[in-house]
């Protein structure tokens, strides 16, 4: 009633609206501007109490109290409108039925709605089959979303197993760290605890990363639940109009299917990746290279063999010379090829998109490499090979080759080479050559092979700096050490494989 009586008071006696741009007469009396300008136009006197107004309305000023609590009135007046209207089911801006569903909007709309400016070119549907088709792909979204909180809790449970095995496996190294640094605690305590500082960092970085994973699984699970306990409680409504209402409400515009998509597939298991690599069983070795007058050296004494008519193996077995013995008038050498050039059926192309002519040889069975130059000419690529006659099929292992001056060499296993072309080192693998950043120019190279890992890294073996690691997948064991040397004459710096 006090709304109603507030709005009498500010409605204007000759239209019957509450008032719009209100002026004062001398009298008292309010009325809109426009409206009491055409009374006077016609009579001279007030139209509610008959008193004299010999006036002109556009010289009248507005009653800026009367305008705010008109406007305040009106915007009030408009609310009621709207709520009654929502109450009783019509639109709040027509008045009428909501009969129809905007498919592109999301919402219930009246006959007149779906005829303006503000709906045109949209998709509508009548609102009980709009309710139909809306709960049949609910009940659908229902189960997957069920299926997609199952894989995340799936996950959950990896990523927490991966962080205990993560957590598990570094107690692992560092007993295995302390138990081999007891042997040269009274020189090498400050290296024991470096590396121990870099084993926890490393856990700390793993373990950092999947929790970062965790807590994103985590969400993802709690949002997708959410999600499902409110498509629930929304199925639950009969009711079409009220069933719609209570989905949309407060919802963007948009298709369904940007609500629900499924979680999982936005989700992997960080996996552990903690390693010290050869340091985690080549410790004592390793740390020898620091400090010579503490450790035993036990590399590896590998010997070699070549079935290259042009190259000779020393006496010992550790030195790689290269001395032609085959006829040159060809200008051809014998190679094994290594991986860097490729291997199998796709070496050829790989060889004519270097530029590269592959011709068979009937009399050494092997392979003849030319590189064509612009001018036409034939170049030949004098690469030798060498292998271990050791082979490794288990454990982890080590070695260094010395290769002195030589400004062409590759070294590693089979499929897996470090390279050196006299300006830039490179890792080479099946069907892939790798340029390193490395500018040093070591004498000595370090080779580490891991059988069971398949880890493969390269290092300065005088500063035992890490130059390069490989997963060398690929990789068959058993496997011996090759070394592959570009042909020189007279050669004076030969490949020798360092004895300790």
Known sequence: MASVSYSEELTCSVCLTIFTDPVNLPC?????????????????????????????????????????????????????????????????????????????????????????????????????????????????????TADDIHAVERLAEAQKDEMFKTRERSQQLLARVGKQFEEMRRFLRRRENEIKSELKRKEEDNVEKMRETFQAVAVALSESRELKEK????????????????????????????????????????????????????????????????????????????????????????????????????????????????????????????????????????????????????????????????????????????VGSRNYWELGVMHNLLKYDGVKYAACGPNVSTELEFGNRPRKIGVYFNCSSKELSFYDADTMTHIHSVSAVFVTTPVSAQINIQHKEPDHSPVTVCWY
Request: glycine share 6%.
């Open 231 to 402: 498509v629930s409680s929304v199925l639950k409504i009969t009711e079409s109009e009220s069933f719609l209402k209570s989905w949309t409400e407060g919802k963007s515009k948009g298709a369904l299917e940007h609500v629900f998509r499924p979680r999982v597939n936005e989700l992997q298991v960080v996996e552990s990746s903690l390693s010290l690599g050869p340091y985690e069983s080549h410790l004592q070795f390793f740390m020898w290279k620091e400090m010579l007058q503490v450790v035993q050296p036990r590399a590896e004494l590998l010997t070699l063999k070549s079935n290259s008519e042009d190259v000779v193996v020393s006496d010992d077995g550790r030195s790689l010379f290269c001395k032609p013995k085959t006829h040159q008038a060809f200008g051809y050498s014998t190679y094994t090829p290594s991986i860097c050039l490729d291997s199998g059926l796709g070496r050829q192309n790989r060889h004519q998109k270097l530029g590269f002519v592959t011709v068979p040889s009937s009399t050494l069975g092997g392979r003849r490499y030319y590189n064509q130059n612009p001018s036409g000419t034939e170049a030949t690529v004098n690469l030798q090979t060498a292998s271990s006659v050791s082979e490794f099929g288990a454990g982890q292992h080590y070695w260094e080759i010395e």
């Open 28 to 144: 008292g009396h309010s009325f809109c501007r426009q409206c009491i300008s055409e009374v006077l136009t016609t009579q001279q006197h007030c139209p509610q109490c008959g008193a004299a107004a010999a006036l002109e309305a556009a010289s009248l000023p507005t009653s800026l109290v009367l305008k705010t609590l008109a406007e305040k009135a009106k915007a009030k007046t408009d609310e009621e409108k709207r709520l009654t209207a929502e109450v009783a089911g019509l639109c709040p801006e027509h008045e009428e039925k909501l009969k129809l569903f905007c498919i592109t909007d999301q919402q219930l709309v009246c006959i007149i709605c779906r005829d303006g400016e503000e709906h045109e070119g949209h998709q509508f549907k009548p609102v009980k089959e709009a309710a139909a088709t809306l709960r049949k792909q609910l009940e659908m979204f229902e189960q997957s």
